[in-house]
């Protein structure tokens, strides 16, 4: 198999979110999902326990009822909030709370590449569910949240580094989890087994992505201790 990037620092600077340029008419060979999954398997596990399960889907009816949870994701979360004006989902995702007119475009345009994975998420070739079975954490920060969710996300982004070397855009679609329930039943999870995140899969049209807009590196990292200025 052709391997279209192998320069691993282009790789880890490239791999962008790709919603608007994947490429739906273009079919994604098991055996490439298999092997950058084999690939990911072998990131960081807390613990040195496997707690996780992979759920790709490929089936035109079983989409169809992602799709439609995840509209309504969409409608719940982000549209309904914002067109009542709901404070925190406003300053959390609004253009119009960005301080400059460069941030609120590209805030706006991100909004934009969301709500059209939406409307086509039945037509996006592979969907793949990564899924735990360890102990839900009870705080989101302490206790066994850093366990929990630092071992399947290093599996995540190993299995999106992977799929970009060969050519492939994924999205880390987290806001899924707002409907575990209801896809754990669409899934056949089984009990005690709760889907973490939603990563949409295709060929990307072109493989030219460049480095994400960032703020610079000494605005957010420091030596010692946060409050040495010096």
């Known amino acids: 198999m052709t391997k279209y990037i192998s320069d691993i620092d282009e790789?880890?600077?490239?791999?962008r979110t790709v919603r608007k340029r994947m490429d739906f008419d273009r079919p994604v060979e098991r055996e490439v999902i298999?092997?950058?999954?084999?690939m990911a398997q072998q990131a960081s596990v807390g613990?040195?326990?496997?707690?996780?399960?992979?759920?790709?889907?490929?089936?035109?009816?079983?989409?169809?009822?992602?799709?439609?949870l995840y509209q309504q994701v969409w409608d719940e979360t982000v549209a309904g909030p914002l067109e009542r004006g709901e404070e925190a989902t406003v300053t959390r995702l609004s253009p119009t709370t960005r301080g400059t007119d460069e941030a609120a475009a590209r805030q706006a345009k991100i909004l934009e590449g969301v709500k059209y994975l939406v409307d086509h998420l039945e037509q996006v070739p592979v969907?793949?569910?990564a899924c735990s079975s360890a102990?839900?954490?009870?705080?989101?920060?302490?206790?066994?949240?850093?366990?929990?969710?630092?071992?399947?996300?290093?599996?995540?982004?190993?299995?999106?580094?992977?799929?970009?070397?060969?050519?492939?855009?994924?999205v880390l679609a987290t806001a899924m989890a707002h409907k575990a329930a209801e896809i754990a039943e669409v899934l056949d999870l089984p009990e005690g087994c709760h889907p973490v995140?939603?990563?949409?899969?295709?060929?990307?049209?072109?493989l030219d992505f460049r480095r994400g807009a960032r703020r610079p590196l000494?605005?957010?990292?420091?030596?010692?201790?946060?409050?040495?200025?010096?």
């Open 47 to 68: 613990s040195n326990k496997e707690d996780w399960k992979f759920v790709v889907v490929t089936d035109t009816g079983q989409k169809a009822k992602l799709a439609r």
């Open 127 to 129: 969907l793949i569910f």
């Open 34 to 38: 298999e092997e950058c999954l084999g």
């Open 135 to 170: 102990p839900q954490p009870r705080r989101a920060i302490g206790g066994s949240a850093s366990g929990y969710y630092g071992s399947i996300f290093p599996f995540v982004w190993s299995l999106q580094l992977a799929l970009r070397s060969r050519g492939l855009g994924s």
């Open 197 to 206: 995140t939603m990563v949409p899969v295709a060929y990307t049209k072109g």
């Open 218 to 230: 000494h605005e957010i990292v420091r030596w010692e201790r946060w409050s040495d200025l010096d």
């Open 11 to 15: 790789v880890l600077t490239t791999t």
